[in-house]
T-cell receptor, first 112, second 112 residues
Framework: SQQGEEDPQALSIQEGENATMNCSYK?????LQWYRQNSGRGLVHLIL?????REKHSGRLRVTLDTSKKSSSLLITASRAADTASYFC????????????FGTGTRLQVFP | GAGVSQSPSNKVTEKGKDVELRCDPI?????LYWYRQSLGQGLEFLIY????????KSGLPSDRFSAERTGGSVSTLTIQRTQQEDSAVYLC??????????FGPGTRLTVT
């Protein structure tokens, strides 16, 4: 079964706007990762946040983690049409970090 | 360097036939993962290999599914007596750290 659920399932915005995606999970984790998928094919790793971190930045990406609420958010600032993709969170269990469990994904559409 | 490669990129087969899907991980990566993604869905974990350890087969949906990893490198996922519900994109990923995973482009399997 899937560990993470993402919200919203789909998001449509205009270029320049910010996009926020949320992920909730069920069990204690070692780290949480966000991946991007174009056109239903291979995924690309975007960013990793460890369970003892609360916020992390990478370029236009900002990730937060609230372990008390078992939730994370991914913020993409100043979105571009090229950001159009599906975004997935993935969690690594506390005692088995080798295996990732992926969420259901958010489909982001950025209109020029 | 070369990324994860998968072959074939597309496979159409008749119900009841066996299929083999191949994954070439990044050289030196000790961990290899197989996932299945049905249309518009998240990733479903299938099986995981780590070095010489026994594989984690906990995600295989039935005994028609099996996987091998020869020489700690190339992996083959075999589906016997394919069913229409097996139609999906099969994704392979490899990792050196057991943390960030690098994905191949996937094999789109269609069972008619």
């Amino acid at each position: 079964s899937q560990q993470g659920e993402e919200d919203p399932q789909a998001l449509s915005i205009q270029e320049g706007e910010n996009a926020t995606m949320n992920c909730s999970y069920k069990t204690s984790i070692n780290n949480l990762q966000w991946y991007r998928q174009n056109s239903g094919r291979g995924l690309v790793h975007l960013i990793l946040i460890r369970s003892n971190e609360r916020e992390k930045h990478s370029g236009r990406l900002r990730v937060t983690l609230d372990t008390s609420k078992k939730s994370s958010s991914l913020l993409i600032t100043a979105s571009r049409a090229a950001d159009t993709a599906s975004y997935f969170c993935a969690t690594a269990f506390l005692y088995n970090t080798d295996k990732l469990i992926f969420g259901t994904g958010t489909r982001l559409q950025v209109f020029p | 360097g070369a990324g994860v490669s998968q072959s074939p990129s597309n496979k159409v087969t008749e119900k009841g036939k066996d299929v083999e899907l191949r994954c070439d991980p990044i050289s030196g990566h000790t961990a290899l993962y197989w996932y299945r993604q049905s249309l518009g869905q998240g990733l479903e974990f299938l099986i995981y290999f780590q070095g010489n350890s026994a594989p984690d087969k906990s995600g295989l949906p039935s005994d028609r599914f099996s996987a091998e990893r020869t020489g700690g490198s190339v992996s083959t996922l075999t589906i016997q007596r394919t069913q229409q519900e097996d139609s999906a994109v099969y994704l392979c990923a490899s990792s050196s750290t057991g943390i960030e995973q690098y994905f191949g482009p996937g094999t789109r399997l269609t069972v008619t």
